[in-house]
């Protein structure tokens, strides 16, 4: 049976990562990030490789041609060897934006940006970066420029790797996002956030949505990092827990976002996507005040279907529509 491109890709990312493993003693996450790398430059990049693994690795990156595949191609065979690579070492903060959130977080762009071609982007806990190539694989009308920030070492180099196969112009930060930023504001800013708490309370202490007691929510913060790195008038797209307003700290974020904000809506996703009720996330999506800039009339609340559920899912999109044609 011939083998889809995905598969070719995949077989590819596959082989070279396991040798480079064992050459290197790293993980398989780690080795990944080296294969893409040696890849885009066409080479074994390491020196710490026995001549005979040398030359089976110069046989796959300069034989196989990356070029005839489509960058979506690249992006799910890079995303499914980033999977295998998470269960082969579980760490709690690996963790990859699933392919149905960004189809709907690049539906949702598309719409409030669409009188917009140039768009500067930012992600603050960009991870494998999967959230934003699939986003800027899906806007192929748009010329965009993105910014990611991460704080892991290893997610951030396989982004970096994922970013140079796909050939998207990223820029990359490794650091603490909460730390200063050194980014100018973008036009848009599209997040998966980390939720739980941030364990450092001295830079906490300089947001406005920090904790009265005790640790902050980093996932708070972090949507005040991203109001104050958003020009005026832009749109910030966050992945958040259904019950991101029903905490104890809730009425200051509700003030935060009232004061600096206009609240566009929440889209929840499906909940056949989380393990149970209490795991389901929704899209917040925000724009950032600016004068001459009303906010809509009302917000656009709606509960995503099953994607499977075709009828449902298309009722839905209808919805959303008929949201945008009265609203934008
Ligand atoms: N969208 C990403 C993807 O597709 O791979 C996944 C994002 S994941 C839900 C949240 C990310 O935030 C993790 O990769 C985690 O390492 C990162 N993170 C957590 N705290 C951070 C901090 N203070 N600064 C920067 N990144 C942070």
Redesign the pocket.
Known sequence: MKSTPVEELFYEFDETTKILQDELSCTYLDALGETGENFFQGKVMQEEISEESKKVLTKHYTEFSLEKYEKEAIRKAYQLSILKGMQQSVQP?????PDAVGIFVSYLVGKFTAKQKELVML??????????FAIMNQLTDKNIESYG????ET?IRLAYAGANLQEHPLSFFN????EPLFIDPSDVVV????VGY?PNDVRAAEYELKAENGHSY?HHLFIEQSVNHVKDGGYLFF?VPNNLFVSEEAPNLNDYLKKYTHIQGMVQLPLSMFKNEAAGKSILILQKKKDGVEAPKKALLVQLPKLSDFEATRSVMEQMDQWFKEEK
Do not use: F, K, W
């Open positions: 903060n690996h963790h990859m934006t992600d603050p806990a960009v991870g494998t970066g999967n959230l934003l920030v991460e704080i892991d997610l650091q603490d996002s909460l997040s998966d956030l980390p941030y980093a992945i």
